[in-house]
Each structure stands twice: as structure tokens, then as C-alpha cells.
Nanobody, 115 residues
Framework: QVQLVESGGGLVQPGGSLRLSCAASGSIFGPYVMGWYRQAPGTQREWVATTGSGGTTNYADSVKGRFTISRDNSKNTVYLQMNSLKPEDTAVYYC?????????WGQGTQVTVSS
């Protein structure tokens, strides 16, 4: 079993920055992909960014150039540095780990961008 715990959400003004963290624990053996998704009220959950075990990264067009995903394999932790935040970035952000075709989700952390 794998557990994911996110942290770092909060309230920030437009143009501000936040850094999210997601720590994974449990039976993690072998290469895995970690990613961030978000869900705003009344919308479907959408993909934000992913990073592979070798450090490759991919971003949704809506966050490219503003968000940076990174990982620390020694800590089984993934980060999402969010800069130049916009009101439309407001959502619950979820961490996802994919390991041997199994998916695991964190509980989510709220990010609110408002003046």
C-alpha cells in the first residue's frame, strides 16, 4: 500500500507564489511516475504536470512557464513550484503516483488565488 500526503496550499494574491509538496510512503519499489492534478468547483479534475523516474517533465499548456515540477527520489517526494499565480489557478491540487500500473492519490490541498 502507498500513502500520499500533500502540503503547502493556502491563500495567495494574484502574481504570488506557492510551493506544494507531496510525500509518498509505503511499498514503493521500482520506477514510478508522480504528478499533480487539480480540480476547481464544478469542473472535472485536470492534469497539471508529471515527472518520470528519470526526471523527465511535462506540463499542461495552462501552466507551462509558470509552474515547475521536481522530485527528490531519496525522499519519495514531488514538488510543484507555482509562480505568477492567477485566480483561475484556484483549485484543490492532488498528487498522483503511478507504480506498476496502480494509481494512488493524495487527499488534496486547497490553493486559492485572490486579492
Amino acid at each position: 500500500q502507498v500513502q500520499l500526503v500533500e502540503s503547502g496550499g493556502g491563500l495567495v494574491q494574484p502574481g504570488g507564489s506557492l510551493r506544494l509538496s507531496c510525500a509518498a510512503s509505503g511499498s514503493i519499489f521500482g520506477p514510478y511516475v508522480m504528478g499533480w492534478y487539480r480540480q476547481a468547483p464544478g469542473t472535472q479534475r485536470e492534469w497539471v504536470a508529471t515527472t518520470g523516474s528519470g526526471g523527465t517533465t511535462n506540463y499542461a499548456d495552462s501552466v507551462k512557464g509558470r509552474f515547475t515540477i521536481s522530485r527528490d527520489n531519496s525522499k519519495n517526494t514531488v514538488y510543484l513550484q507555482m509562480n505568477s499565480l492567477k485566480p483561475e489557478d484556484t483549485a484543490v491540487y492532488y498528487c498522483k503516483l503511478t507504480l506498476r500500473m496502480q494509481f494512488y492519490w493524495g487527499q488534496g490541498t486547497q490553493v486559492t488565488v485572490s486579492s
